[in-house]
């Protein structure tokens, strides 16, 4: 008989009672105690008479302060995405803001003081065991803060951020969660949150398609005004601070956030545009297969058949547990975990946040999944893909938690891969030629988003900022540039654009990472990379694999690569010998069409 596994996560094993937990209120009492406690030793450690003793001790109460701090942002997190209309989760996802702003200015006071420790001094202190094992990441935080601002104003301008800053997305966050989308379908009218709404673009009917894309955009044209409010303040803010810190580009924070050099990034964006006609020709074939001249941007992830292949979620974790051990053993059975312990929420109803996402409890060692599963082979990868990032933080649990940190671009790696494994395997198993060519599309389709969708985003932001140095960007011009970058990113491919996408897409729209968009892309290359390594290694893989997750948190991807894959990021051939791999999907699919 097949196993079922609950559609909805089990919080109450971390802390029981929902938004009203009682428990949760004594953890965040502790949390500002061992906060309080951070803060004296910070305030009495003197940089000019420093021991290594001294400097273990702080780097330990940093360390356990930290994993609590995730652990209670993690569980808001959760409370907030489960019900947005949970006022009491709203308040502490405001507290989540002003709890982050005094440990960043812990931080910023901590790591003012490494600066002003002699080079000579320091080099020596590094020599201690505990002090080397978190050589890269104390360094890394020594180097940042000479190029900040005083304390003072360092920490001023966290403050600020609260109810400035941070305010403004969790406005943007508001007024979504208000947000509902009209549908008549097959008769029946009803109201759909935006996720909900969104889910319904796979709908191989293209008028049905055709009617839930124009009242999405209807929905979030009545709230442009808002959101070119929320989108010129976020911007507001990281300009000023850029300016006052004399920085003159705004991909330096990006970068240095996901530590990659430009370099990296401006071979991996050119091999990308050198490779992107065999993805023009698909978008081309695909308009002929649906019987258009050109595809609609509501078109691009339609189904090539009226009959949709669906999953029931049991049936989607048993193919993926049984898919990741072809691989790694070790990563299926913590997949089998997560699903038998029920760390995953992915019911289909109204009142949940759209999209999804992977948060880790480092405290507790547990990781929680969100997302809205409706049965399809997209929802199936990307359950693959939030379980990748699970794994990830998984076999870092153990190592010191300044290294666990990791940048969202080898996050992405990680993540990338699981849903590669799946993807490959949806194809290899389709049980005719009909279906082979409907997941072949939907693995190409990948690409699109990664090389095109993608690359439009990153080409408006860049675009935008330096308009909104010069002031604020109207609404109409807002939507000017986003076509201005759909058009270039997909080579004029399709025939009418999302102007509202830079409204839609919450990733502009957030505060933990400046440019959520280019990570994405290098995560999904960086793992492909990865993957042709694993079908042509020994057994050896799944070690190598591991070794190199837990690096992610102590080098810069330069380093990483170098060391694991022995590869320059920095030249093109990395990419396109990854580019390669992904036209050979395109090809394979022009000719089976």
């Not at 509902?180 to 029946?188: A, K």
């Not at 089998?336 to 109204?350: H, L, P």
């Not at 900022?465 to 076509?483: F, I, T």
Request: charged fraction near 25%; proline fraction near 2%; aromatic fraction near 10%.
């Amino acid at each position: 008989m097949e196993k079922t596994y609950e559609l909805t996560w089990d919080l109450d094993i971390i802390f029981k009672g929902g938004s009203n937990s009682k428990q949760f209120d004594s953890y965040l009492q502790e949390i500002k105690a061992s906060m309080e406690q951070l803060l004296d030793s910070v305030q009495q450690f003197n940089p000019t008479s420093v021991s290594a003793d001294t400097l273990v001790a702080i780097v330990d109460r940093f360390e356990v302060t930290m994993k609590k701090l995730r652990e209670a942002f993690a569980y808001i997190s959760c409370l907030s995405a489960q019900d947005v209309k949970d006022a009491k989760a709203s308040m502490l996802v405001g507290k989540r803001s002003e709890l982050k702003a005094e440990m960043d200015a812990i931080r910023t006071n901590l790591d003012q003081k490494l600066v002003q420790i002699d080079d000579g001094k320091w080099d020596e202190l590094l020599t201690h065991s505990t002090l080397n094992e978190v050589s890269f990441v104390l360094n890394e935080n020594r180097n940042k803060a000479k190029e900040q601002l005083s304390v003072d104003q360092e920490v001023l301008m966290n403050d600020l951020a609260v109810d400035g800053y941070h305010g403004w997305s969790q406005m943007y966050d508001a007024l979504v969660g208000n947000m509902s989308v009209e549908l008549e379908i097959d008769g029946e009218h009803k109201s759909y949150s935006v996720g909900q709404a969104s889910n319904k673009l796979s709908n191989p009917d293209r008028s049905v398609r055709e009617h839930v894309a124009a009242q999405i955009d209807k929905a979030w044209n009545a709230n442009s005004d808002l959101f070119g409010q929320t989108l010129n303040h976020l911007a507001g803010f990281r300009l000023q601070k850029y300016k006052h810190r004399k920085w003159d580009s705004v991909l330096k924070e990006p970068l240095e956030i996901n530590r990659m050099k430009k370099e990296t990034l401006d071979a991996m964006w050119k091999a990308i545009t050198d490779y992107k006609q065999p993805f023009v020709k698909f978008l081309q074939r695909k308009a002929e297969l649906l019987g258009r001249e050109k595809l609609s941007m509501f078109d691009i992830g339609a189904p090539l058949s009226d009959s949709v292949t669906t999953n029931t979620f049991s049936e989607g974790a048993d193919f993926i547990v049984k898919h990741f051990r072809t691989f790694s053993p070790k990563m299926a059975d913590f997949a089998q975990m997560a699903f038998d312990k029920r760390w995953i929420e992915a019911e289909d109803r109204a009142g949940k946040r759209p999209g999804g996402f992977c948060t880790s409890f480092p405290d507790s060692e547990q990781t929680r999944i969100f997302m809205t599963y409706s049965g399809t082979s997209s929802n199936v990868a990307t359950l693959a893909h939030e379980l990748g990032h699970a794994y990830h933080q998984h076999v870092m649990n153990d190592i010191h938690g300044l290294n666990q940190g990791y940048a969202m671009n080898v996050a992405e790696t990680a993540s990338t891969f699981a849903e590669m494994i799946v993807a490959d395997a949806s194809v290899k198993h389709a049980k005719d030629a009909k279906e082979k060519l409907s997941l072949l599309e939907d693995k190409v389709q990948r690409g699109v988003a990664f090389f095109m969708n993608i690359h439009a985003r990153f080409l408006f932001e860049n675009r935008f900022y330096e308009e909104r140095e010069q002031g604020m960007v109207s609404v109409k011009r807002l939507n000017e540039l986003m076509v201005e970058a759909q058009k270039e990113a997909y080579c004029d491919a399709i025939d009418d654009y999302d102007e509202n996408f830079w409204a839609s897409k919450l990733h502009f729209h957030i505060t933990g990472v400046p440019f959520y968009n280019f990570p994405y892309t290098f995560g999904y290359l960086f793992s492909l990379g990865l993957y042709a390594n694993a079908l042509e290694s020994d057994e050896d893989f799944e070690d190598d694999y591991i070794a190199l997750l837990r690096d992610t948190g102590q080098m810069n991807v330069e380093d990483l690569a170098a060391k694991h894959l022995n590869i320059d990021l920095t030249k093109p051939d990395f990419w396109e010998n990854a580019m390669k791999l992904c036209v050979k999907d395109v090809e394979e699919f022009l000719e089976l069409s």
